[in-house]
């Protein structure tokens, strides 16, 4: 190609779904920055369509997705996700009817959760300093506790029972392991933690330590070790720098990542990435916290676990450089200190976007 043609720039659509509370804040933070990254870079533009699927909106007309919602977010790249739930709701209707049905419909059976100190921040552990806690955590996102097996009968009785079935499949503790082994290769330090409850749980939990064995011979240059969930949150907080990438299941990944973020600094600096590896659906790309009614309105919500969450993505696009500048511009900020108050700073959410947006400017 003779240098004065510019390369053909690619255009991503990306279907936004800011949901509730914070959920909204955050999701538009996403919007700006990802929006100042493509016109600076100027080699890949989004096209955003955003979807008004809430809680409140389920609260004035009664749903939160249209019947034909998924076949909607099925024409996209990619999704970008704020949160759902809402104090007038119960919870377990808006993740039904929302979040957990696009995982499970657009086959994202991986969820991937990175968690490290960033510059400028700090571990609540004392004398955990950037470089002391970096780990990958591989959530199984479409099986286990959450697979929405279960049921209720006699409600209303005193003889009411309810049961909440954890379905663990050969084929899908498979694919897990393969992933987690793939993102431990990946990583520096070829370190994998299985993390189980096998001792207890003795059905499924024994066929995940079974399948991971019979996986890790396919990967012998990747270290691995086993630890039961409640030590394992032990392991977390005394020996951070023992850890590395860490596989486990929808729930207790699902707690763990929580316990990461916040051993981390906050749980406002951590992203998620719902994955379809074979790629034939979008994925979904959201931060791990939920929409904070606490603090909903106020304008002091952390972005940075949207802007982590918005760089995944664009590296899941095959936009390297791009991800790479978009992380690279949130660090300087949080070096610079210039934070919001969950992470013992003073700015608002507005002033940490502009900020990254500047710094996305003097990156590139
Ligand atoms: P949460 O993550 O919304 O909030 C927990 C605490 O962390 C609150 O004190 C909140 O102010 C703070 N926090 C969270 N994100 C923050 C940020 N970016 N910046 C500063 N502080 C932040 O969890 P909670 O309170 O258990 O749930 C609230 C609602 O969110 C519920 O309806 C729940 O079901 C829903 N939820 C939704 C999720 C999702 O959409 N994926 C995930 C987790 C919860
Ligand atoms: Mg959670």
């Not at 990254?37 to 909106?57: C, Q, V």
């Not at 979904?284 to 606490?294: N, T, V």
Request: glycine share 8%; aromatic share 8%.
């Amino acid at each position: 190609m003779p240098s004065h043609v510019h390369e053909v720039s690619r255009i991503y659509n990306i279907a936004c779904i800011p949901g509730d509370g914070i959920g909204v804040d955050i999701t538009n933070a996403a919007i700006q920055v990802l929006n100042k990254l493509s016109s600076t870079l100027k080699t890949f533009e989004f096209d955003f369509k955003t979807y008004d699927w809430s809680s409140k909106a389920y609260l004035e007309r009664g749903w939160y997705m249209p019947p034909d919602g998924l076949a909607q977010l099925k024409t996209h790249d990619a999704i970008y996700f704020g949160a759902v739930g809402w104090p007038a709701v119960p919870d377990h209707i808006s993740l039904w009817s929302l979040i957990l049905p696009i995982r499970k419909a657009l086959n994202q059976y991986v969820n991937v959760r990175p968690t490290r100190i960033l510059q400028g921040t700090k571990s609540p552990l004392e004398g955990c300093q950037v470089g002391d806690l970096d780990w990958v955590i591989v959530r199984e996102n479409s099986e286990g506790e959450y697979s929405g097996q279960g049921g209720t009968s006699h409600e209303g009785f005193e003889n009411a029972v309810a049961t909440e079935v954890a379905v663990f499949t050969q084929v899908g503790i498979e694919r897990i392991m393969r992933f987690a082994f793939e993102t431990a290769r990946a990583r520096p330090r070829r370190k994998l933690t299985l993390v189980t409850k096998s001792n207890a749980q003795r059905h499924g939990m024994v066929l995940w330590d079974k399948v991971f064995y019979e996986v890790a011979k396919e990967y012998e240059d990747v270290e691995t070790d086993k630890m039961l969930v409640d030590a394992m949150t032990v392991r977390m907080v005394l020996h951070p720098k023992s850890l590395d990438t860490i596989v486990a299941t929808n729930l207790h990944a699902d707690i763990l990542s929580d316990l990461a973020a916040a051993l981390s600094g906050s749980i406002g600096i951590a992203p998620s990435s719902n994955l379809d590896p074979t790629r034939k659906f979008p994925s979904m790309f959201e931060p791990i916290h939920g929409s904070a009614p606490d603090i909903a309105g106020k304008g002091i919500a952390n972005p940075v676990g949207a802007f982590w969450s918005a760089a995944e993505m664009v590296r899941w696009l095959g936009q390297e450089k791009g991800a790479d500048v978009l992380m690279r511009a949130v660090e300087n900020v949080t070096a610079r200190g210039f934070k919001t108050r969950d992470l013992g700073g003073e700015r608002n959410t507005k002033e940490v976007t502009d900020s990254v947006c500047e710094e996305i400017e003097k990156l590139v």
